[in-house]
């Protein structure tokens, strides 16, 4: 007796773990509440279903526009997610991204099936839908690893900053002191800031230059191979 074998009834989605770093504040995770069930009303990733013509990248840029409305300059695959029961109403399988943002960039606006967007510290996160709260795990340990070596916390800053800018921002995601002379000697080494003419003056101290990011050096740097750590 032939036994027929059972088809598939999979569905492929995308969802995004944005971070975004606010001046002189702590790593923020971009979160969109809900206005469909299930989780109807509670706080989620943005993302959902791929459309059966559309590329992965191009779905979750999609997802990110119309859910938050924002179009991260640093996106990559982080993780796919299939247990089964992850989501209650169907077989969901979701692969995973991790995006970088400086919110001074991007406004925030909702839409699609979302009530609202909102910025939330990594500290005090709200509960969260699915397994989103598993997702941001592994985002967060895979860019406080990544940012050791690989200089991505560029895509935070402004555009110009001072170089205390920049060693806050690491001790932010990395979540402990760094050693400043040779944070500073490394980065400085390598070519990957410019020195503008412009300074900042901050409270009572010494005003500080301001500095750009080389993407030309940096893209020089990566064709070569070179490794970026950071103790």
Request: charged share 30%.
């Amino acid at each position: 007796m032939n036994i027929p074998k059972k088809l598939q009834d999979i569905k492929v989605a995308v969802d995004a773990v944005v971070f975004g770093y606010f001046d002189k504040k702590d790593l923020q995770i971009l979160l969109i509440k809900r206005n469909i069930e299930p989780f109807k009303g509670g706080w989620a990733l943005p993302g959902g279903l791929v459309l059966d013509d559309e590329n992965l990248d191009d779905a979750v840029r999609r997802e990110l526009h119309e859910e938050a409305g924002i179009k991260p300059d640093f996106l990559e695959q982080l993780y796919t997610f299939g247990n089964v029961g992850r989501d209650p109403r169907n077989r969901v399988v979701s692969v995973t991204y991790l995006g970088l943002v400086n919110p001074s960039y991007h406004q925030l606006s909702a839409d699609s099936d979302a009530d609202d967007a909102h910025w939330f510290s990594v500290n005090n996160l709200p509960e969260l839908a699915f397994d989103h709260k598993s997702i941001i795990d592994l985002a967060l340990k895979r860019l406080r690893t990544k940012i050791l070596y690989h200089p991505i916390g560029f895509n935070l800053l402004n555009e110009e900053f001072p170089f205390s800018d920049l060693e806050n921002l690491y001790k932010t995601i990395i979540g402990q002191e760094i050693d400043r002379r040779n944070f500073r000697k490394k980065i400085m080494s390598y070519g990957l800031l410019n020195e503008t003419q412009n300074i900042r003056k901050e409270g009572s101290g010494r005003p500080g230059k301001l500095f750009t990011f080389n993407q030309e050096k940096y893209k020089e740097l990566e064709q070569e191979g070179f490794y970026f750590e950071i103790k």
